[in-house]
Structures are given as structure tokens and as C-alpha cells.
């Protein structure tokens, strides 16, 4: 839980609306969260304790309880330019609850005696023992003895598989003709007719 002082933080739940006076700019004091012209108008407004405006969040004290509000874009621009040396002009400003996404965090619960029944807290349901033991040897891990013999039938069934369709295949032939092997008909060509031209067709008949 968030801490101030000692004192609990917590998020309001209702707006407040201040109206801040010119008095509040002329009195209030510059880069001081507890005494700028916001917070004097807030007192005064509210009735609190104490107050604390910053950039993005307004703390006001109820007590022995600090109220955190979201500090609007409005008030924050007034804030800025004030404590850089600029005026602040007087006007109606709404401060609203924090929003859902910046609230504080719950408090934190003791820890008590677990419920009965499933503790998977995933919202995932176990199965009981009986029906995990139904399942087989292929729930437990993938390096079982079950699955490595499974795995050795699969193979020697695509093995049995292979050589049946080679058997029934058709035999191929045990001479095949191939135009290397033919023997070649042209004849040999001499010097002489390479000069002079064939005595003869090249081509025996």
C-alpha cells in the first residue's frame, strides 16, 4: 500500500470541483505542491487537512487518509506555465477518480487454506489418477520403450512393403539396344583424297 507520511493513499471515487480566485493566485507560491494557488483553493473548497497538487495526480488528506484524484489537463497547464514564472488565471477546475488503468493495487489478502478440489489455479482440470493410468504408455514421455518398438514395427512394414512391390514389377530386359554400340559405316578418308577429293563415295554401300 501506497504511503504518505505514514498514512494510507487511496483512490477516490468521486470528482471534486474547485473554483480557484484571484486571492488563491496572489497567495499561492510557485513550484511548492502544498501551497500553490490549487491546493489554497482546494482547503477551502473541501475542508481538507492538507493538500497536494502535482503534475498528474492530487493528493488531499482526510484524517489519518490520503485521497488521490487524477489531475486534469487544464490544471496541470496552469500549474506549469505558474511555475515557470507565468500567471495562473482563476477559474473552475473538476478533478476526477483515477482511472481504472492507474488505480492502486488492492491490498494484498493473508493466505488462507486452499479450496477443495482441483488446485490447478490455470482454470485447467486435471484428470484423476484412474484415467491417466487408462491412457497408455504413449501419455508418458515421447523416449518410452512403447513408442521406440512402435516405431521399429512401422519401419520394417514399409520395409516388407518396398520389396513386395519389387518383386512384382515387371523384369526388364537383359540386352538393350543402344545406338553406341552400332558400328560406324564411313570409311576412312587417305591424305591423298583429302587433297585430290574421294576417290570413291565416302559411304560404303
Same mark, same amino acid.
Given at each position: ?124 482440470? $486435471?484428470?484423476?489418477?484412474?484415467? &491417466?493410468?487408462? !491412457?497408455?504408455? *504413449?501419455?508418458?514421455?515421447? /523416449?518410452?520403450?512403447?513408442? @521406440? ?30 545406338? $553406341?554400340?552400332?558400328?560406324?559405316? &564411313?570409311?576412312? !578418308?587417305?591424305? *591423298?583424297?583429302?587433297?585430290? /577429293?574421294?576417290?570413291?563415295? @565416302?559411304?560404303?554401300?
Amino acid at each position: 500500500m501506497r504511503m504518505i507520511d505514514e498514512k494510507p493513499v487511496v483512490d477516490a471515487e468521486k470528482p471534486v470541483v474547485i473554483h480557484i480566485t484571484e486571492t488563491d493566485c496572489e497567495r499561492g507560491s510557485k513550484k511548492d505542491p502544498t501551497s500553490c494557488a490549487a491546493a489554497l483553493a482546494l482547503k477551502r473548497v473541501t475542508g481538507c487537512d492538507e493538500s497536494r497538487v502535482h503534475i498528474a495526480c492530487t493528493y488531499l488528506r482526510f484524517g489519518n487518509k490520503w485521497m488521490r484524484y487524477a489531475t486534469p489537463p487544464s490544471l496541470r497547464a496552469e500549474i506549469i506555465s505558474f511555475d515557470r514564472g507565468g500567471g495562473f488565471y482563476p477559474g473552475d477546475f473538476r478533478l476526477h477518480p483515477m482511472p481504472t488503468a492507474n488505480r492502486l493495487k488492492p491490498v494484498n489478502r493473508k493466505p488462507g487454506p486452499r479450496p477443495k478440489g482441483n488446485s490447478n489455479t490455470f482454470g485447467v482440470q $486435471e484428470k484423476p489418477e484412474a484415467a &491417466r493410468s487408462q !491412457v497408455g504408455p *504413449r501419455a508418458g514421455s515421447y /523416449g518410452s520403450d512403447a513408442l @521406440a518398438a512402435e516405431s521399429q514395427r512401422e519401419r520394417a512394414g514399409e520395409r516388407e512393403t518396398m520389396k513386395t512391390q519389387r518383386q512384382d514389377a515387371p523384369s526388364a530386359a537383359k540386352r538393350v539396344l543402344c545406338h $553406341e554400340h552400332c558400328r560406324s559405316k &564411313r570409311r576412312c !578418308v587417305t591424305v *591423298r583424297e583429302m587433297k585430290d /577429293g574421294p576417290s570413291r563415295s @565416302a559411304i560404303r554401300c
